[in-house]
């Protein structure tokens, strides 16, 4: 998972896996929140348009907890 920030167009991304230029579907979520889908029909990434409205200045303080995975054993 990468997640970086663009002050220039004040954007965030949040990659949760990698895809080919060209091969992403999008889906806008509305409120400046757009949805990446691979071919597969699986979330990619998700872009935030005018983050810093919607994070105010909460963005360089942003926290990312992963918990691990839970299998179940068949």
């Not at 663009?6 to 509305?30: C, E, F, M, S």
């Not at 409120?31 to 983050?51: M, N, R, W, Y």
């Amino acid at each position: 998972m990468k997640i970086s920030y663009d002050a220039d167009v004040d954007a965030l991304y949040i990659q949760l896996r990698d895809l080919k230029p060209g091969q992403a579907n999008n889906k806008d979520l509305g409120h400046g929140i757009i949805a990446d889908f691979g071919a597969d029909g699986l979330l990619a990434g998700l872009e935030i348009l005018d983050a810093s409205k919607l994070l105010g200045t909460e963005k360089e303080n942003i926290i990312l907890e992963l918990a691990p995975a839970k299998h179940e054993v068949a």
